[in-house]
Structures are given as C-alpha cells and as structure tokens.
C-alpha cells in the first residue's frame, strides 16, 4: 500500500480512469479541474429539463473498461446501465437507407438487399479484420517509450497485419465495390477526425469493433462513465476539485515536483498527470526552459484533426428517429477533402444526428425529445470566420435535418439549443486549434513517434488522454491511463526496491 501523492490535471475520461486506477491502489489522488463539472469532452450539458452528452455518443469496446474498473475491485455495470443498439446506426445516402445490425447475420442479408454480391466480402472483413485485431490489440496495451519497443515479439507478429501504409479506404476496397458500403465501413475514420483516405488501414478495427461488439448506450449518456468514475475515486478517498485550474507543473531538477494552481496555491505532488489537451498543455502549462522535444514551436508544427460544428437541440416532440443517424454529402470524398485538405466549409455537408431519447427516456421530459447534431468541420488552421459564419452553419443544419420526414418542421419545435463552434472547443474548452478529436493520427505520429505516455521532457510527469499512445477515442484514452500508471507503479517499485537495497548495505556497513 502506498499513500504517495498524484496531482492529475483535468477530470477528462483519460484522467478520472488514471486516478481510479491510483486512487484503486492506494495512491493519495487529487484531480484539478477548471471547468465547475468533470468529463471534459465527454461531460454532461444540461439546457432546462433536456440532458445532452457534450462529445462523444459511441461507446464501443465496454469490456475493456470493465477491466479497469475489476482491476480495482469493482464492476463498470454496479455503477452504469448499458443498452445494446440495434441497429447500430442508420446511414443515409441520398434516397437509399442503410440499418446495419448488431447481429452480422442479419447485416450479411442487408448487404445483399441493398448491395447484391457485396456479402462474402462482409465475411472476408471479419474474418480478417479479426485476425488483424487480436494481433494490434497487444500493441495498444503496451508503452512504445523507446526504440527497443519496436524489438517485441508482439510486434513482429503483429507488422504484417498493421495495414498501416494502406488507407482506411483503400482496404475498404478489398472487400466492397459500391461506394456507398465503403463509406459505410470507413466513416468511422471521423472519430479520430481523419480522413478515410489518409487514416492508416490499422484503424479499419474501428468498424469491425462496432460490429463484433455492437454499439451501447449507458442510461443517461456516455457521460455517466465519466460519473462512474468519479464515483470509484471518491469510495477510495481521492477528491476531484473542480473550478480549480492550474496554472503550472512546478519542476524542480528536470523532474515535476507539483503543481501552481490558478488561485495561486503551490501543490507539492509526487508524480504529475496532464489530461488537459496536449497541444494547450505544451502551450501554457510548463515553463518553456523544462520543455525540449515539446516546446510550443515543435507541437505547433504538428498535425492535427478536424473539428467539430455542434448543435444541441432541446424539441418539444417525441421523434422517431433511429439512436445514430449519419446523412453522408452527394459527394462524401469532396466533402472530407474540404475539412481535411482545403479546409473550407462545405456547402453540401455530412451530419450527425444523435436522437438517444428512442433508447433512453432519462434525457427530456415525457414527449420531448434532446437532439444533437455534429458536423465535422476544419480545425483553426484553417480561415473560416467562425464569428461570421455560425449562423450560416446552424441554418444549414436545421435546413438539411428538416429535410428527412422525421424532423420536417422541427426549428419550430426548438425550445433551448447550444451551439459550440471550433472557435469555442479552442477558447471554452482548451482545445488547442479546435482539433476535438486531438492529434491526428498519422504514421508520423503513432506508436513511438506520439507524445509519450512517460512524458519525455520532465521526469515523474506523465501524459493520459488523446494526445499520447495509444489514440484519441474513448477506448484507447482508457488504454493510456493504463499504461501510464502501470509506468509510473513500476517506477515507484524499482525506486523502493533500490533504496531498499542501499538502506540494507548501509546497515550491514557495505559501501554503497
Ligand atoms: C464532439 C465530440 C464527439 C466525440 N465522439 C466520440 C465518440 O463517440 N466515441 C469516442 O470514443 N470518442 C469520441 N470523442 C473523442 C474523445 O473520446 C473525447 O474527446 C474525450 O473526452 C477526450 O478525453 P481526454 O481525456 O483526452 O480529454 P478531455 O475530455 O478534453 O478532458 C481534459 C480535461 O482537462 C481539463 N483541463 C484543461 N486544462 C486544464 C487546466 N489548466 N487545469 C485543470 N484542468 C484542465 C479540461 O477542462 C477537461 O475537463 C469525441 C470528441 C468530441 C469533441
């Protein structure tokens, strides 16, 4: 049992499921947040009586958070209540709609309906996007802080099986010959916010996750994991203050020391954890003399993923939507160009509707419905005025959702709405560019080359969230605070171990 003291910076899902893990262990966890509520992007809006989830509405992969949650003697499903969604979701392309199912045998015959011969290549993608699967999931569990990493037997297995030269797309192609069925299976590039046509093959797991595993919903949102958390950090002793920024990581000799918080309070801390947003951490939260593989003109140069247009929407209707629903552009490929390459707003866009009062009647009152609606957009990089043209953008939304006969009329149904533009992801949440789904994740910067989970620049400081290995989605972020505090146990054991040692040399009168 060790009661040494853990400052965590941010109550992000990457930082309450590394202080759950601590707090699990017996570390003394304390987690500054600025913002008055936890989750970061993945936290609860409530606008009147309607509950939204800010960010992510996809929760794949539970049983991976199980384990976390087990590994400190607890169960993820004693604190939230999942339901499976079938279908899945619903994707629209132009008149043709697309359900496919939890169930792969019944999405085989949809296939076969709506793209005749395209079924065996739905069995050749899960049967060799498994294969692929069982051989990159050891690489996600594990650090990659120095070249040796790569010298693994792991990764020797699982090299031929990465597709990592290939695009998401391109592998695509190998099993489907309509478009429209690609497109089906390689949108889900956007949760790292790329493109289907830059993002590696290695992430084609992403589709064969959905649907080997399915899609759930956690009554109340996606949010309640953050909740849940919270939960297990309090029942350990551990403590989430929030409205408590900080201002700085105090280092003293090349290693963190604790923190400087807003209020001007010094916190001395054993190891430090940053979960806020890598790029703005790198920007404002070290002294730039601590700081050399990271200095701000090295992480500006870096890339980074789209953003994100979002629209809350509090009706007052029941709608009869599916749970997820994605409206692809005419033309998908000139749209992704436009956020990605161009980086200018698209006049015919693709949209995200999220309708989880058909799964779950905790978020608006009886006959009402809490809508959100996601447009992927350029991060600040590129020259969209966003004060000029969020209008613009609201409008084309409500226009595009009214044109599908479940919400035709809906701008008058609207009783409260939100908006969050880029500009706001970058100013209210401290999303460095407005890039909401972080670093991309190109080759140049996965594995090795992303931000390290031990944080290379200062000593007993370590990175958790999207910004480090091994990525940006909700699975992964979980992933890193394993990996990190299985890092930082290990280097608290040897330290014990070798002042053990040397204490019992002294006592014999060795010279040490
Ligand atoms: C619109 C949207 C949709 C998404 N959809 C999905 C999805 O469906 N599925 C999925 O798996 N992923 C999704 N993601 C991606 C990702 O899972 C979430 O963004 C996730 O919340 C990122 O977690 P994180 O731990 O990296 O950081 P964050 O959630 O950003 O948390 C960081 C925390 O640090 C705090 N902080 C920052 N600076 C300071 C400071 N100086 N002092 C104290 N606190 C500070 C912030 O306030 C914040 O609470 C989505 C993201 C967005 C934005």
Redesign the pocket.
């Known amino acids: 049992m060790s009661n040494r003291n853990i400052a965590i910076?941010?109550?992000?899902?990457?930082?309450?499921?590394a202080g759950m893990l601590l707090a699990g262990q017996g570390y003394d966890v304390t987690i500054?947040?600025?913002?008055t509520y936890?989750?970061?992007?993945?936290?609860r809006l409530q606008l009147g009586d309607y509950l939204f989830d800010?960010?992510?509405?996809?929760?794949?992969y539970p049983s991976l958070l199980e384990e976390l949650f087990q590994s400190v003697g607890r169960s993820l499903y004693d604190y939230v209540k999942l339901v499976t969604l079938d279908p899945l979701y619903r994707l629209q392309f132009g008149e043709l709609q697309f359900s496919p199912s939890a169930n792969p045998e019944h999405t085989e015959a949809l296939i076969e309906q709506h793209f005749p011969g395209n079924g065996a290549g739905f069995q050749r993608f899960m049967a060799e996007e498994g294969k692929k699967f069982d051989r990159v999931s050891p690489l996600l569990q594990r650090p990659f802080g120095k070249l040796s990493d790569y010298m693994s037997r792991e990764l020797f297995a699982a090299l031929p099986r990465l597709n990592a030269i290939d695009s998401v797309y391109d592998r695509l192609s190998r099993y489907f010959d309509d478009e429209r069925l690609k497109f089906a299976f390689t949108f889900q590039a956007k949760?790292l916010g790329m493109s289907p046509w830059e993002c590696p093959g290695t992430f084609t797991i992403l589709s064969y996750l959905e649907h080997k595993f399915g899609l759930h919903h956690p009554i109340g949102g996606?949010n309640r994991i953050c909740e849940a958390m919270h939960q297990v950090i309090r029942e350990y002793g551990g403590r989430v203050m929030l409205s408590?920024?900080?201002?700085q990581v105090l280092v003293r000799g090349g290693r963190a020391v604790g923190v400087l918080l807003?209020n001007g309070e010094k916190v001395a801390a054993d190891h430090v954890i940053v979960?806020?947003?890598y790029g703005?951490?790198m920007h404002?939260?070290f002294d730039e003399r601590d700081l050399s593989r990271h200095k701000p003109v090295k992480v500006a140069r870096k890339k980074y993923s789209c953003s994100?247009y979002?629209l809350y929407l509090g009706v007052n209707r029941a709608v009869d939507l599916p749970h997820h629903n994605v409206l692809f552009a005419e033309d998908y490929r000139a749209n992704v160009r436009d956020i990605m390459q161009t980086k200018v707003l698209s006049k015919d866009a693709s949209i995200y509707i999220h309708n989880p009062g058909i799964s779950d009647p905790t978020l608006a009152p009886a006959g009402k419905s809490a809508l959100y609606a996601?447009m992927p957009v350029p991060n600040l990089t590129g020259s969209v005025d966003w004060q000029e043209q969020a209008e613009a953008v609201r409008e084309q939304m409500i226009s595009r959702m009214e044109q599908l006969p479940e919400l035709a009329g809906i701008r008058q149904d609207i009783e409260v709405e939100r908006t969050?533009t880029p500009l706001d992801?970058q100013v209210d949440?401290?999303?460095y560019r407005g890039a909401?789904?972080?670093l991309a994740h190109t080759l140049d910067q996965m594995m090795l080359l992303r931000p390290h989970n031990r944080f290379e620049d200062v000593g007993n400081c370590w990175l958790?969230?999207?910004?480090t290995h091994p990525g940006?989605?909700?699975?992964?972020?979980f992933e890193?605070a394993r990996i990190s505090t299985r890092l930082l146990m290990e280097q608290d054991r040897s330290r014990r171990m070798s002042r053990l040692i040397t204490t019992r040399s002294l006592l014999r009168g060795e010279k040490i």
Do not use: C
């Open positions: 910076i941010g109550a992000g899902p990457g930082g309450l499921a500054y947040e600025k913002q936890i989750g970061g992007r993945t936290s800010r960010g992510p509405t996809f929760l794949m949760y996606v408590t920024g900080v201002k807003e979960n806020a947003d703005t951490a404002g939260l994100t979002m996601l969050i992801w949440h401290d999303v909401t789904f972080n958790v969230g999207g910004g940006s989605g909700l699975p992964t972020i890193s």
